[in-house]
């Protein structure tokens, strides 16, 4: 039902990219003495494009000869194809860059759960339920 609404969906959606980013960033850490290896990257969270993909209509396929509208899957990961700075073996992962972009992610992941805890509590405040 929470779902439903658009605050809900956009933390959710945040809260999905920042955990996708996570993961992809922590691969780079774990490949930093990999030869020939280039760094990844999650497609940075867009807010327009959010807004955008809410407010559309979903697409009817009434007819067998429709088309069905691809799956959404904003969610992108891209290779840098040339980093900052890299190994003589090619390997082109900074450990301090990595650490910033997970500490990043991280500050975006927890502002994503406070707005959905506080919508949360808003609601719940309206509903006349105060407790737990």
């Known amino acids: 039902m929470l779902d439903q609404l658009t605050i809900f969906k956009m933390a959710r959606a945040r809260m999905d990219w920042a955990a996708q980013r996570q993961e992809v ?3 780079n850490v ?3 003495n990999t030869p020939r290896y280039l760094p990844k990257d999650v497609k940075k969270f867009d807010f327009k494009d959010m ?4 407010q559309a209509p979903p697409l009817a396929t009434t007819q067998p000869q429709h088309i069905a509208a691809p799956a959404s899957n904003s969610l992108v990961v891209e290779t840098m194809r040339k980093p900052f700075e890299s190994t003589p073996n090619g390997n082109g992962v900074i450990l301090e860059e ?3 972009k997970i500490n990043d992610t991280k ?3 927890n502002m994503a759960a406070d707005i959905y805890q506080k919508n949360l509590k808003m609601m719940r405040l309206a ?3 105060t407790g737990v």
Do not use: K, P
Request: hydrophobic share 60%; aromatic share 0%; no cysteine.
């Open 107 to 109: 500050g975006a992941h």
């Open 127 to 129: 509903l006349g339920r």
């Open 30 to 32: 774990a490949n930093a």
């Open 25 to 27: 960033l922590a691969g």
């Open 98 to 100: 990595q650490m910033a």
């Open 51 to 54: 807004l955008a993909e809410v």
